[in-house]
């Protein structure tokens, strides 16, 4: 049974910093041969991707919304099977629920296949 499980999300400061953690099992494939994003919730809104990291064979280009362009960092680390999403300068505007989710096509623009259940992050003073 294919598993995403999201961690690494709390309370942070504006101007802080948050890793989330995704680790993917049951997956027949190591991770970066999967397009992998993560999205997000915030309270009153819809879904929206906050990065994305294509497959490797497809070149592996990563993408990012341009409200968290300069601050983020997407990556993956086959041999943990997980992707991390590293948040910087982090602001009131980035609380939400995270999400990671996979996809068997090149890159998330094809829609996602997979999600896991989400991680909370509150940025807040």
């Known amino acids: 049974q294919f598993q995403l499980v999201e961690s690494g999300g709390g309370m942070v400061q504006p101007g802080g910093s948050l890793t989330l953690s995704c680790v993917a099992s049951?997956?027949?494939?190591?991770?970066?041969?999967?397009?992998i994003g993560w999205f997000r919730q915030a309270p009153g809104k819809g879904r929206e991707e906050v990065s994305c990291?294509?497959?490797?064979?497809?070149?592996?280009?990563?993408n990012y919304a341009d409200p968290v362009k300069g601050r983020f960092t997407i990556s993956r680390d086959n041999a943990k099977n997980t992707v991390y999403l590293l948040m910087n300068n982090l602001k009131r505007e980035d609380t939400a629920v995270y999400y990671c989710?996979?996809?068997?096509?090149?890159?998330?623009?094809?829609?996602?296949?997979?999600w896991g259940k989400g991680t909370l992050v509150t940025v807040s003073s």
């Open positions: 989710a996979v996809s068997e096509a090149v890159s998330c623009v094809y829609g996602m296949d997979y």
């Open positions: 049951g997956f027949p494939l190591d991770v970066d041969e999967y397009a």
């Open positions: 990291i294509n497959m490797k064979k497809s070149g592996g280009a990563t």
